[in-house]
Structures are given as C-alpha cells and as structure tokens.
C-alpha cells in the first residue's frame, strides 16, 4: 500500500467516526476550555502528525491505530507548544489510547515547551485512569514544570480530586512537600481549594 492509499484510508475512518459521533459538536473538556495558553490547531487534518494529536485527543482510537501503523515514529507528534498524542490523549481520561501509545514506543517523560509531562496532563484534568497508566509505565511522579509544578499540584487543585490524591500519595517515591514558584505546596493548594486538605493528613500526616 503506498503512502498516499494509507493516509486515504485514515480519512475515510475520520469520515465515518464524524458521522457515528457528530465530531463536529464533541466537547472535549480540558482542552477546549484550556487556561494554559494552549490553542487549538485551525487545521488538524492537515498532514498525518496532526491528524494523530487530533485523533488522540477525541479518542478515535483506529485512526490512531492506523497511523501509527503506518508511521511508528509519530507517536512522537508533537504540536507547536510541545504536546505529543500521549499529552492529548490524558486530558479526557482516553487510557486505551494512552496505553496503546505507551506500548507502540511514546515517552512517558516527554516534555512541552514549559515541561510539561504527560502526567502532569492526566493530573491537570483529573484524569485518574491515564495518570495510573503512565505511573505503572515509570513515570515521574515528582516531575516539575517551569513553574516547579509537580503532578501533586496539580491534583490538589481538583474539586474531585480525592482518588488522584490518593494514588499519587501511595506512591513510594512522592515527595508531599515541594514548593512551586509562587511558593506553594500541594497541601497548601488543597486547603485554597477547600475539601481536600483530609487527605493529606489522612494518608500522611508528615506533608502537614
């Protein structure tokens, strides 16, 4: 099958997948609604590598299959600001795709322009199954951005946010306590945000 026979096929399963899920109105929560200076790109069908970020992103999960099928190396796509399929794929919770990207070779460590990794991506959007994944795939749980944000920040952040604690609490290696740029700890971030400062006492009451 040459190049141009693949890539046709790939637009024929995006023909279908519109069709069955009316595509065009799907609300994708966490990027859509972003508040971290991401935009979104005006033509994601363009080429392949875009056509994949947008395929992980909407969990169109035999697009995504396809492509990677027919170009292994894009599981390393990545879009203006950095973000790979495996960044996109955290922000609705689509841990099929997440786990299928992990074993065809995506980074679990792979970092935006502001270093950003795909956990921090699972944590920032409350995304409880994917940030379990890419920790059972060795990612850093203690991870920091530009900003010193690690994915325990971020969870704490989350008004339904309790299981994300929980699980990165359980983890061995956590560091509770690291201070981001504006000086802040996760417990602190917790408390600000108003019910989950028990579990961090709960699970260990050293982080308080």
């Not at 991506?121 to 995304?127: G, I, L, P, V």
């Not at 951005?145 to 309790?162: C, F, M, R, S, V």
Request: include cysteine; aromatic fraction near 6%; charged fraction near 25%.
């Amino acid at each position: 099958m040459s190049d141009d026979e693949g890539y046709d096929e790939v637009e024929d399963l995006l023909d279908q997948s519109s069709r069955s899920r009316n595509l065009s109105t799907f609300n994708v929560s966490g990027w859509d609604n972003d508040d971290d200076g991401i935009e979104k790109d005006p033509n994601p069908h363009e080429t392949p590598d875009k056509e994949l970020l947008w395929a992980a992103e909407h969990s169109v999960i035999q697009v995504v299959r396809k492509i990677v099928e027919q170009n292994p190396e894009l599981v390393h796509a990545r879009d203006k600001d950095g973000y790979t399929p495996l960044h996109r794929a955290c922000y609705n919770d689509h841990v099929d795709i997440v786990k299928y990207l992990l074993m065809n070779g995506a980074r679990h460590d792979a970092q935006t322009n502001e270093r950003w990794q795909p956990l921090h991506s699972a944590c920032r959007w409350n995304s409880l199954k994917c940030a379990a994944a890419l920790i059972s795939f060795g990612a850093d749980i203690n991870a920091k951005t530009d900003g010193g944000i690690t994915p325990l920040h971020l969870a704490a952040q989350q008004q339904e946010g309790k299981h994300l604690i929980q699980l990165l609490l359980s983890q061995p290696e956590i560091k509770g306590s690291e201070i981001n740029s504006g000086n802040d700890t996760p417990i602190d971030i917790a408390r600000r945000s108003g019910r989950l400062e028990k579990y961090f006492e709960v699970l260990d009451p050293c982080f308080v």
